[in-house]
Structure formats: C-alpha cells, structure tokens
C-alpha cells in the first residue's frame, strides 16, 4: 500500500513552510519600521497634554545653542529672560 504524503516526493513542503514564515516576519518588521519612519506610526497625542507654549521652540533653540558653547551664561540667561517676559 503506497502513503501519499508531502514527504513522499523529496524534499515536499518541508522547507517551504519555514521559509514562508521568515517572509512573513520580515514583512511585519518590515512594516512597522516603514509605518514608524513614515509617521504613520506614531502615538496619539492625549487631551490631558497641555499645549506648548508659543516661545518654547524658541527657549529650546537657546538651550541647544548654550549646551553647544555657541553663547555664554549672560547671553543665554539675557535672551531666555527676554522670551519669557514676552510670553507673560
């Protein structure tokens, strides 16, 4: 009596399965790392998030200009001042 299997023939679907499921992942990393450089995967901002204030693009311009020594305490600390008394 002959058994008819996926075996039976050489190698069959054995390695098909495993190779079919690497593709798989691949895509679903794939995917995601898109969907995330994209900016389609990002997290939603919450209500309870309050809005910022419309100098702090400004005050962290400041921050990364003193953190690289492009100005002085006196500058640094003169300019924030500035934004800060314009915000209020």
Known sequence: MM???FTHAGWGMGPV???LWGLF???VVGV???ARRTGRWRPRASAATPPAS???SAEQILAERYARGEMGDDEYFAKMSV???AAG
């Open 3 to 5: 058994h008819h299997t």
């Open 17 to 19: 399965v495993p190779l």
């Open 25 to 27: 992942w691949v895509a």
């Open 32 to 34: 995601a790392l898109w």
């Open 54 to 56: 419309p100098t702090a």
């Open 83 to 85: 934004l800060r008394g």
